[in-house]
């Protein structure tokens, strides 16, 4: 059954990731083909709390399918995270005759969202985006798949200088909790030791692969870590650790960092954000909220939003058995 509603607001928030201009263009344009109003807002709960909002067309979001990061801009908002700060948005959304919100973003975006409709009454569905693929209800989230993509060229480019010089080389990628990014690329790449948060090996273990990779000839070997790994308190003391314990590696660090969020999205980003967009204005449409758009098996599911944001997306641990195979 369709719930009447005539004004639809979208926002991005936290960190952005490419894929994100796509989804906001689906939100718009799906808005308009079902006859609503769609209104953006800039600066994400900041924005929204100063009325950065503006209503958008179908020409509006000409040409930003293939852009990075987000046209509408995010921002970090402490006012947002209190009462009075929420019903100065709320304010707004009523000022504009707002009927419900699409939030494009990570667990905090979500985070926000549900406690803006739990105190207001707004129905809000949610779309995940964030390049660290840790959101529990969708096996891709936005902007995973073309930061894949970035990090496996860059270390297709250190090993070019790894094997010239015959040298060790950390590659620390994102990945504060989950360590998706550095499992697939490590794959992709051919990394010799691939550490992550999950799955905590420890440094005698990392030493003997070395050492093995060492005698059965490698004369190079490229180790990724993701950021929250805890084999040691940071990948520097990783590479110093090692350097002490293996003087034949001559090591160097390459911290990837934000390099990582940029660049035009990839064809199968593109495709999922419009997928993800189209699915949420539908889904508002038929009465669903507190809800995000996730999904599974190449079909849309929708994830309550409470579920996304305390479940944890698993590793696969197929993964780790294949690296542990190729890696030798």
Excluded at 18 to 25: D, K, L, S, T, W
Excluded at 215 to 224: D, L, M
Excluded at 262 to 278: E, H, Q, T, Y
């Amino acid at each position: 059954m369709n719930i009447e509603m005539k004004r639809i607001a979208v926002l991005t928030s936290g960190g952005d990731a490419p894929g994100m201009n796509a989804a906001v263009r689906a939100v718009v344009r799906t808005s308009v083909f079902y006859g609503l109003q769609c209104y953006v807002v800039y600066q994400g709960y900041q924005g929204l709390i100063d009325g950065k909002i503006k209503q958008a067309n179908a020409r509006s979001v000409n040409n930003i399918i293939n852009k990075g990061g987000t046209i509408l801009k995010s921002a970090r908002s402490l006012e947002f995270r209190t009462p009075k700060g929420r019903q100065k948005a709320f304010d707004n959304i009523k000022k504009f005759e707002i009927d419900a919100l699409v939030v494009i973003g990570g667990d905090g975006s979500f985070t926000g969202a549900l406690i803006f409709q739990n105190e207001f009454n707004i129905p809000v569905i949610g779309i995940p985006g964030t390049i660290d693929n840790d959101i529990y209800g969708t096996q891709h989230t936005l902007g995973y798949d073309t930061a894949l993509n970035t990090v496996v060229e860059v270390i297709d480019k250190i090993r070019d200088t790894a094997s010239s010089h015959n040298r060790l080389f950390f590659v620390e990628v994102m990945g504060r909790d989950a360590g998706h990014i550095a499992l697939n690329t490590g794959i992709g790449a051919g990394a010799e030791e691939i550490l992550i948060p999950e799955e905590n090996r420890g440094l005698d273990q990392l030493l003997e692969s070395l050492k093995h990779s060492e005698k059965s000839g490698k004369s190079s070997s490229i180790v990724v870590v993701a950021e929250g790994d805890k084999t040691g308190k940071n990948v520097f003391e990783l590479a110093t650790y090692v350097e002490q314990n293996l003087p034949y590696y001559e090591v160097r660090v390459s911290v990837l960092g934000h390099m990582q969020r940029g660049g035009s999205p990839s064809c199968f980003d593109r495709v999922l954000a419009s997928r993800m967009g189209v699915h949420a204005i539908e889904s508002l449409r038929e009465g669903k909220s507190k809800v995000m758009v996730g999904v599974m098996n190449d079909k849309m599911e929708l994830t309550p939003l409470e579920e996304a944001i305390k479940g944890k997306s698993e590793i696969n641990k197929d993964l780790l058995r294949v690296t542990d195979i190729l890696s030798i």
